[in-house]
């Protein structure tokens, strides 16, 4: 079997371009889907995908970890999240095929699921112009709760924290704070509360920010500083009473290495979409399990990626929840054949060949590729922020 060509098929879904990847064979109807969704840096992910392409059309795209050493080697320049998120689109296309040709889920491939279900969590929101950490008030974060809860999900995530100074105000930080205590009364302690700072903060103020809020037994503090700053990473998980996550934007298991060695988090979020797809979370998960600590993977994206998080999830026994996104785009759903029903608490064992998912192109080419919404974020004094 060969690989006979790689395409990408944009779909702009608001927030978000998502980048599908497809990787054809010359086995009549057998070709595999990954995601390398990489917002704001969408054509330059489209490119690496052509790069690669051309390293890899005439190989057996049934040789996975061949076809990723490939990747990963061949050119002298290696690395940064743009390529990797390129490989990560390719890597999750030749599992499906592989799966597809063999008749078999990837998580069966992986080694067999290793749990009966999975349990999924909500994000509130706020990732938009109109989001509410600019605009609203900490009610309006309990009433999100809530409609979350009502759909059965057990644990969610938001972002309570606007966009910061270096050292925030104390009103500023117990608005957020408020925001978390309102958020706790209205589901009770059965549910689970992740915060995530998205490296808006200084480990200082994060660590300012996180000592108002130990009445509240958070699930997770993610990104609370910025992720290449592992030993800021270190300060804040020895001087809060909660678990810290980090890893969305880091690739490939070497830069997760430093992370583990010094016990930096709690829990690491590799992006599948990003880190260098199934095979490459597969190890960093691995790596993770030698620490005891659990991987939980990052995935605001589309619906490919969400598949092929869920079939790493499966297989990996240190996996401890995942995120899904279900109200991005109204016809998010009409875009896929097959795939998990993420609009729930927890998701069962996978059971259809490969990734289980496919793609309505027909309906994908209705929505073509838009500049994603620019995010400009400024410090109150007009200098640049981190968003
Ligand atoms: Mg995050």
Redesign the pocket.
Known sequence: MKITAIRTLVVHARMRNWVLVKVETDQPGLYGWGEATLEWKTKGVVGAVQDLSVLLIGQDPRRVEHCWQIMHHQYFWRGGITNYSAMSGIDQALWDIKGKEVGKPVCELLGGPVRDSMRLYDHLGGGSLEGMYRTGEPESFAELAKESVARGFTAF?C?PVPIAEYIESPAVLKKAARAVELMRLAVGDSVDIML????RTTSAAAIQFGRLLVDYNLYWF??PCWPEHIDALVEVSRALPFPI??G?RLVGRWEFRELLEKRAVAII?PDVSHCGGISEARRIGAMAETYSIPMAC?N?QGPVSTASSLHVAFATPNYLIQEVVRADVPWRDEIVIGGFNVNQGSVSTPTAPGLGIDINETVALKHPWEPEVMMPAFHKDGSVADW
């Open positions: 995530k972002m995530d700072l998205h490296a993610e990104e996550a980090t969305e979020q990052h605001p």
